[in-house]
C-alpha cells in the first residue's frame, strides 16, 4: 500500500508501523454512568477558554482515566466525531502529564470546533498540568 505522500506507512518516520500502534487503551479510559456521575458530584473542575476539565482523585491507584463527553450543542454527529479524534489524540499525547490516580472528564465547548489542533493540543496540556498540580498538592 503506498501513502499519499508517495512513501509506504512503514518507510515513513512519523507513522508507526502496523504492530507498533500508539493507542488509547482501555484501561486509561472512563466509561461507566456511575464513574461520570462521581466525577461530576464529588470533583472538582479546571475552566480553559476551549474547554472544561473536570477530575476526581481517587484513593485506589491504577494510573488515570480519561473520559470525553460531547453533547449535542457542539453540532452534527460529524462535528462531535471530529472534534472527539481531534480530543482523543491530543488526550493520548499528554497522558503522560497525570501520574497519579484520577478520573478526569474533558468538555469542549463550541469553539473548540475553530480552534487548530495545535491550540486544542496546547489547551490539553495546560489542563492536565493544572490538574495534576492540584491532586499532587503544592
Same mark, same amino acid.
Given at each position: 500500500?503506498?501513502?499519499?505522500?508517495?512513501?509506504?506507512?512503514?518507510?515513513?518516520?512519523?507513522?508507526?508501523?502496523?504492530?507498533?500502534?500508539?493507542?488509547?487503551?482501555?484501561?486509561?479510559?472512563l466509561n461507566r454512568r456511575?464513574?461520570?456521575?462521581?466525577?461530576?458530584?464529588?470533583?472538582r473542575r479546571h475552566f480553559a477558554a476551549h474547554l472544561?476539565?473536570?477530575? +476526581?482523585?481517587?484513593?485506589?491507584? *491504577?494510573?488515570?482515566?480519561?473520559?470525553? &463527553?460531547?453533547?449535542?450543542?457542539?453540532?452534527? @454527529? $460529524?462535528?462531535?466525531?471530529?472534534?472527539?479524534?481531534?480530543?482523543?489524540?491530543?488526550?493520548?499525547?499528554?497522558?503522560?502529564?497525570?501520574?497519579?490516580?484520577?478520573?478526569?472528564?474533558?468538555?469542549?465547548?463550541?469553539?473548540? +470546533?475553530?480552534?487548530?489542533?495545535? *491550540?486544542?493540543?496546547?489547551?490539553?496540556? &495546560?489542563?492536565?498540568?493544572?490538574?495534576?498540580? @492540584? $491532586?499532587?498538592?503544592?
Amino acid at each position: 500500500m503506498v501513502s499519499v505522500s508517495g512513501l509506504r506507512p512503514e518507510s515513513r518516520p512519523d507513522v508507526p508501523s502496523p504492530g507498533k500502534r500508539m493507542k488509547f487503551p482501555r484501561s486509561l479510559r472512563l466509561n461507566r454512568r456511575g464513574d461520570f456521575e462521581k466525577v461530576y458530584k464529588h470533583g472538582r473542575r479546571h475552566f480553559a477558554a476551549h474547554l472544561t476539565v473536570f477530575y +476526581l482523585d481517587r484513593e485506589r491507584g *491504577g494510573g488515570p482515566r480519561i473520559g470525553l &463527553r460531547v453533547g449535542r450543542v457542539l453540532g452534527a @454527529a $460529524v462535528e462531535r466525531n471530529r472534534i472527539k479524534r481531534r480530543l482523543r489524540e491530543a488526550l493520548r499525547l499528554h497522558r503522560s502529564e497525570l501520574s497519579s490516580a484520577v478520573d478526569v472528564i474533558v468538555h469542549p465547548k463550541k469553539s473548540a +470546533l475553530k480552534v487548530d489542533f495545535a *491550540g486544542l493540543e496546547k489547551e490539553i496540556q &495546560r489542563a492536565l498540568e493544572a490538574v495534576e498540580r @492540584a $491532586v499532587t498538592g503544592p
